[in-house]
């Protein structure tokens, strides 16, 4: 039963052009969802956050969209550099669930090409 | 800028031994958890910890896992009888109490090789 699908293993972008990843869940108890960037052989990394009473957060080229409704949410990456190449990670929780586990999609490999 | 360390960064043990996995999480944070993600599938909740206890715990940590925060700073992951199937990276993150807004930190892991 996967709670949080991210159903592109798989991605490829020219460098400058804008990456699009995607991710969705099922449980609609989720109510806070960030994206985690992961390098091979490193543990995974925080890059973006947005909580459900939002439809948008940006940081620098990181834009996370949610759409509640669709139970769907989408990191743009604009514009994409080749050291963004790397498994992108979906997770959700509960918003208020303190200490409560985070549940990870499957990742989406980002490649980006100069 | 602090981090979470986790020693060794791999391990290799042979079936049926005990490992522990050794985990430092940020000094001034009061939630651990443990991941784990086997070869090429996802990120796998094992157990969380909070305020000495463990706060809630996944299928896949049955009775073969420990988790132990023997002093202030470490805080250990034990299997006490290793499995082939136990070979993953496992991941210790940690994350401090501020509302709802909690990420976790994630260390970069300790491979762990069953033979």
């Known amino acids: 039963d996967q709670q949080v699908k991210q159903n592109s293993p798989s991605l490829s972008v020219q460098e400058g052009r804008i990456s699009i990843l995607n991710c969705d869940y099922t449980n609609s108890m989720f109510d806070y969802f960030l994206w985690y960037k992961k390098y091979p052989a490193e543990g995974p990394t925080f890059l973006i956050s947005?909580?459900?009473?939002?439809d948008k957060n940006e940081d620098g080229r990181f834009t996370v969209f949610l759409n509640k409704s669709a139970k769907h949410l989408s990191l743009h990456i604009v514009p994409s550099q080749p050291g963004d190449s790397a498994v992108y990670f979906c997770?959700?929780?509960?918003?208020?669930?303190?200490?409560?586990?985070?549940?990870f999609g499957p990742g989406t490999r980002l490649s980006v090409l100069p | 800028e602090p981090e979470v360390t986790q020693t060794p960064s791999h391990q290799v043990t042979q079936m049926g031994q005990e490992v522990i996995l050794r985990c430092v999480p940020i000094s001034n944070h009061l939630y651990f958890y443990w991941y784990r993600q086997i070869l090429g599938q996802k990120v796998e909740f094992l157990v969380s910890?909070?305020?000495?206890?463990?706060?809630?715990k996944s299928e896949i940590f049955d009775d073969q896992f420990s988790v132990e925060r023997p002093d202030g700073s470490n805080f250990t992951l034990k299997i006490r009888s290793t499995k082939l199937e136990d070979s993953a990276m496992y991941f210790c993150?940690?994350?401090?109490?501020?509302?709802?807004?909690?990420?976790?930190?994630f260390g970069q892991g300790t491979r762990l090789t069953v033979v």
């Open positions: 993150a940690s994350s401090p109490i501020t509302g709802g807004d909690q990420m976790a930190f």
């Open positions: 947005i909580s459900s009473i939002k």
């Open positions: 910890f909070y305020n000495n206890e463990i706060s809630e």
């Open positions: 997770a959700a929780r509960g918003y208020y669930n303190y200490g409560q586990n985070f549940v």
